[in-house]
């Protein structure tokens, strides 16, 4: 046995060598790959390479190292080169051409080229205002027969309309035959001052029947027939639809009454809303295509007719119209339409035009056009050249082509734009980070005001990776230039604005109540608001804005520091000021936290004639600063939309919300803080708030919480946190008499709203609930 066992022994070691052997072999006399040929004048380049390897890295990932390109094993991103960080210029990245044709880096030349930039409006159609007619009664009378008895029947010109039966157009008749007769009997005579008195009287008796509406016609018939008629017939003055009847059947009417409403509908108006930076790129007499809902995919063709002088101030936005051709009756006055403006782009904005040069034009008209002087053809005024209008560039206005570059060349940042231009006369491939101001953008290119020249080669393609290149080197890239403000992302904010609600409830409560004079209600609501913000955490932020965040509320809280103190409302007034600026600052920061829209005001006379803005919720001026003396003076500047959370978060802001005013013993808070959380926690069907009202006491408030607290855990459970942050579970098992009572809270520092202050650390945390959302 022993030998046999040496024996196995010593085979064992033998396999055990020839393998270790083995693979010795391999690791030291790797198989040599096939090479092929290389050219003449790649040998040099092949040298370098073989004497400066190449390394490929990801720009999220910088312990990613590889030896050639490829996607990055964490992230799948592109793997970018990680090139010599010698290079003198510290704007410039050099790379080798196998590197840049794998990195597929491509640039092309900047240039100048004629571009449209889409203008995109809507609005709606309209009727053309100056095609509107209203059929009226010239002579009191009586509606006997309707012959258009319904709206929307189409007329033409000389229809008759209504028959109107008048004891007064009788007289008038019978005026004119008598006077007829009268001029008859007396066309012999000797005497002239007769003859010409009859002729007068029987001119005057024939005009005034014709002011009164009768035709040439019909005044002519009456003479011929010699005898009057009581009924007079309106006829239709021109052709179009009956928009509107006003009257039925037997209603008698004074002189003016209106009867109908007639449209000439062969031609319409589009009138559409530009905001401001649209305007820039709109002009009188351009093209428009327009397209409807009812015929999608089918443009029709209008053009520009008029743009408004003036700027809505609520909507800011300015009135385009636009005339529409409309002789196959398709577009009706209603449609909701999508027009585009296709703008030529100048070097310096909108291209000049020149194609009204030496044209005429309707001042009241201007979609009468002429080549020569004339006459407008609606109103009869004498046209005027289109120069003295201001509807014509300048003869010596630029009209040069823009600097352009493709859009992927740009590398936004917020305020600045960066490319990368091709740097010539270098041994390799070498790119180097411009900075350049913007102009429109038109389509799938961006106007170059400043920065670049022309035949500049930029890249096109694989920007993004030279510059993570360039921010692994630390070197100037678009992320890290000089003076650029880094923009919030909407996860940094969310927290912190959803933490501002509270704080807005309460200033737009104050707001209110120094609109109505309400010293007691404005104290309270400011006291509130003070309390909500010193409840407000930015640790979410950025460093630099929460700096700035937390310098607005240092400036809020200066302001309401003392003002439990005052008795007057003026000062009350003067605070509340200081506190608007800097609730202003917050609100275009970091938006409107509610789920409603806000407006910022704005009252020209306050604090004598200075002026001072606010913001309220509803688009009526209320005036915080004179109340009732002066409530409606004002004017509204901006609207800000509402970020409107979930059903759920809003619930939970609202009980978060409580739950620390009763920690802090705060009944004015929490009294503050009922109403909203009362109407969010019915929308469940949960109502154990409804009987309370702003005379409740502590005690009575925390025994509602605890019910509220109850549902709301259970609602937890089965829906899960609706919020961006964790939600802790505390259990208190001294509350009510050492029944316990549970309650949920932010953060892991206990703060019990069953006894306040008193035992505010009473608790332990039982469990947490994660945020669900995203």
């Known amino acids: 046995m022993t030998r046999i066992s040496r024996w196995i022994a010593l085979g064992l070691l033998g396999v055990l060598a020839f393998f270790l052997g083995r693979a010795s072999v391999t690791r030291q006399e790797p198989a040599a790959p096939a090479v092929e040929p290389v050219p003449p004048a790649q040998e040099g380049q092949l040298a370098q390479d073989e004497t400066e390897p190449e390394i490929w890295t990801c720009p999220m990932h910088p312990q990613i190292k590889l030896p050639e390109f490829g996607d990055c094993p964490i992230c799948g991103m592109d793997l970018v080169l990680l090139g010599d960080s010698g290079d003198e210029d510290p704007r410039r990245l050099s790379m080798s051409p196998a590197a840049v044709e794998l990195a597929q880096i491509q640039a092309v030349p900047a240039e100048r080229r004629s571009l449209t930039r889409p203008v995109i409006l809507s609005g709606r159609v309209d009727f053309d205002e100056t095609r509107m007619h209203t059929i009226a009664a010239r002579v009191p009378g009586r509606l006997d027969r309707l012959y258009v008895d319904a709206t929307g029947v189409p007329v033409q010109e000389g229809d008759h309309l209504v028959s109107l039966y008048s004891p007064e157009l009788l007289s008038a008749q019978e005026e004119l035959i008598a006077a007829r007769q009268r001029l008859s009997a007396t066309s012999g005579e000797a005497s002239a001052f007769l003859a010409e008195s009859n002729q007068r009287a029987y001119q005057a008796a024939r005009e005034k029947l014709l002011l009164w509406g009768l035709s040439e016609e019909q005044v002519d018939a ?27 059947r037997g209603a008698y009417v004074q002189e003016g009454t209106p009867i109908y409403r007639l449209a000439e509908l062969d031609h319409l108006w589009l009138q559409l809303d530009a905001f401001e930076q649209d305007l820039g790129w709109l002009r009188y007499g351009q093209a428009v295509e327009v397209e409807v809902e009812a015929y999608p995919g089918e443009p029709f063709l209008g053009a520009v007719s008029f743009l408004a ?60 056009v002429r ?69 429109p953008r038109a389509g799938t290119h961006y106007v170059i005001l400043d920065g670049l020249t022309e035949g500049e080669r930029v890249v096109a393609q694989g920007a993004f990776r030279i510059d993570s290149a360039m921010q692994i080197q630390a070197k100037p890239s678009m992320m890290s230039m000089p003076g650029e403000r880094q923009g919030l992302s909407e996860a940094e904010v969310r927290r912190y604005r959803s933490g501002l609600r ?171 803080a009922l109403p909203e959380l009362s109407g969010e926690i019915q929308k469940l069907g949960i109502d154990p708030l409804s009987d309370l009202d702003d005379s ?57 709203p069953y006894f306040g202050a008193e035992m505010l650390r009473c608790g332990t945390i039982q469990s947490t609930f994660d945020p669900t959302e995203k």
């Open 371 to 439: 080549d020569g002087p004339g006459v407008c053809d609606v109103c009869g005024m004498d046209l005027v050249p289109a120069e003295s209008l201001g509807l014509v560039a300048d003869a010596d206005a630029e009209s040069g082509l823009p600097l352009v570059v493709p859009r992927s060349a740009v590398l936004l940042t917020g305020k600045r734009a960066v490319v990368y231009v091709e740097v010539l006369g270098t041994e390799r491939p070498t790119f180097e980070g411009r900075e350049v101001v913007l102009g």
């Open 222 to 248: 009456i003479e011929e027939r010699g005898s009057a008629e009581d009924h007079l017939t309106l006829f239709a003055p021109a052709r179009g639809v009956v928009v509107k009847r006003f009257l039925d």
């Open 696 to 752: 409740s006491s502590l005690e009575t408030l925390r025994e509602r919480f605890d019910l509220v607290s109850a549902r709301l855990i259970e609602w937890l459970e089965e829906n899960g946190n609706p919020l961006s942050e964790p939600l802790s579970l505390v259990h208190c098992p001294m509350a009510f008499e050492d029944l316990g009572a549970d309650w949920l809270q932010r953060g892991e520092t206990v703060s019990n």
């Open 502 to 672: 509270p704080y807005w409830s309460a200033y737009l409560e104050a707001q209110q109540a120094l609109a109505g004079d309400s010293f007691d209600r404005a104290q309270r609501a400011l006291d509130a608001a003070k309390q909500a913000l010193g409840q407000v955490d930015p640790s979410s932020l950025s460093p630099a804005s929460r700096a700035e965040a937390e310098g607005m509320h240092r400036r809020i809280e200066g302001a309401l520091e003392h003002l439990h103190h005052t008795e007057d409302l003026a000062a009350l007034r003067v605070a509340f000021h200081e506190v608007s600026l800097a609730s202003l600052s917050l609100l275009r920061r970091f938006g409107n936290p509610l789920g409603e829209q806000l407006h910022e005001a704005y009252c020209p006379m306050a604090f004598d004639d200075q002026g001072a803005p606010w913001v309220q919720r509803e688009e009526e001026i209320a005036n915080p600063y004179f109340g009732d003396e002066m409530l409606r003076c004002g004017e509204l500047r901006a609207s800000f939309p509402g970020h409107a959370p979930s059903q759920g978060a809003l619930l939970l802001e609202a009980y978060l919300a409580m739950q620390r005013a009763l920690a802090a013993d705060d009944l004015a808070a929490a009294r503050l």
């Open 309 to 368: 002088p003036v700027v809505d101030p609520h909507t800011r936005t300015t009135r385009v119209r636009v005339s529409l051709e409309n002789h196959a009756g398709r577009l009706k006055p209603g449609m909701f339409a999508r027009a585009v403006v296709h703008a030529t782009v100048g070097e310096h904005g909108l291209a000049p035009d020149r194609s009204l040069a030496g044209k005429w034009i309707s001042p009241m008209h201007p979609e009468i």
